[in-house]
């Protein structure tokens, strides 16, 4: 009996934890869409149909890692070269965007799946 009430707690105490875990993960990205809407990403990029169709970035979550998306904003002439992107205007650096803004754009970007 005593064993069954402590297996049911621990069950307990993991669900607990993963749906805060998971309200983070979508608050972040909520967080990282609203980025998206304030640096306006749309001038340049499109996502579902929406902004500029010559830089979509449907299904960049299956195409790029996080750490990738993150060197793309920090460094996006760099990544220019190392990939051979040729798009004019070439990408501004979102260097000075707060690292916390950067990590909810790339957890946005993340969610782009095909």
């Known amino acids: 009996m005593i064993q ?3 297996s049911v ?4 105490v993991v669900l607990i ?4 875990a998971f ?3 979508a ?3 909520e ?3 609203t980025v998206f809407t304030d640096q306006k990403c749309k001038l340049c990029h499109s996502v579902a149909g929406v902004g500029n169709p010559k830089g979509s970035l449907d299904g960049v979550g299956s195409k790029l890692t996080a750490d990738e998306m993150k060197q793309w904003l920090q460094n996006p002439k760099e990544m220019a070269e190392k990939t051979k992107a040729e798009r004019k205007p ?3 650096s979102f260097a000075t965007l707060p690292a ?7 957890a946005y970007l993340q969610t782009l799946k095909k």
């Open 100 to 106: 916390a803004d950067q990590d909810a754009l790339v």
């Open 90 to 92: 070439p990408m501004k």
């Open 31 to 33: 967080k990282g869409k």
């Open 23 to 25: 309200a983070q993960d």
């Open 9 to 12: 707690t621990a069950v307990a």
């Open 27 to 29: 608050a972040m990205v």
């Open 4 to 6: 069954s009430r402590v």
């Open 17 to 20: 934890a993963c749906g805060t």
